[in-house]
């Protein structure tokens, strides 16, 4: 059973930046990021595989940056540029399956219990 914890987030200004990270345990192929606004479905932003490829949402491409340390069985997603429609509660996720494209939620098997990012303008 995967267990996954986040922690990082925070209240920055737009044009702000960010680090979430997400403590890991357990052995699974596939991690990501996904985030949920209110009144919205969630939606993934980026992932990882084992072999470090990696996908990203449009909306985040050159903002964001996902990245792993094996060693310290950590997930991270650098956030830089933030804006406002950045606001939501952003968990991570796994997969023992290979992530080809940024997969739909329900595609994912365990989940974080999130963390709040607000981007204020």
């Known amino acids: 059973h995967v267990q996954l914890v986040e922690s990082g987030g925070g209240s920055v200004q737009a044009g702000g930046s960010l680090r979430l990270s997400c403590a890991v345990s357990?052995?699974?192929?596939?991690l990501g990021w996904f985030r949920q606004a209110p009144g919205k479905e969630r939606e993934g932003v980026a992932t990882?595989?084992?072999?470090?490829?990696?996908n990203y949402a449009d909306s985040v491409k050159g903002r964001f940056t996902i990245s792993k340390d094996n060693a310290k069985n950590t997930l991270y997603l650098q956030m830089n540029s933030l804006k406002p429609e950045d606001t939501a509660m952003y968990y991570c996720?796994?997969?023992?399956?290979?992530?080809?494209?940024?997969?739909?939620?329900?595609?994912?098997?365990?989940w974080g219990q999130g963390t709040q990012v607000t981007v204020s303008s």
């Open positions: 996720a796994e997969s023992p399956a290979r992530c080809i494209v940024l997969p739909p939620p329900r595609t994912m098997r365990h």
């Open positions: 357990g052995y699974t192929y596939c």
């Open positions: 990882i595989n084992g072999d470090d490829t990696t």
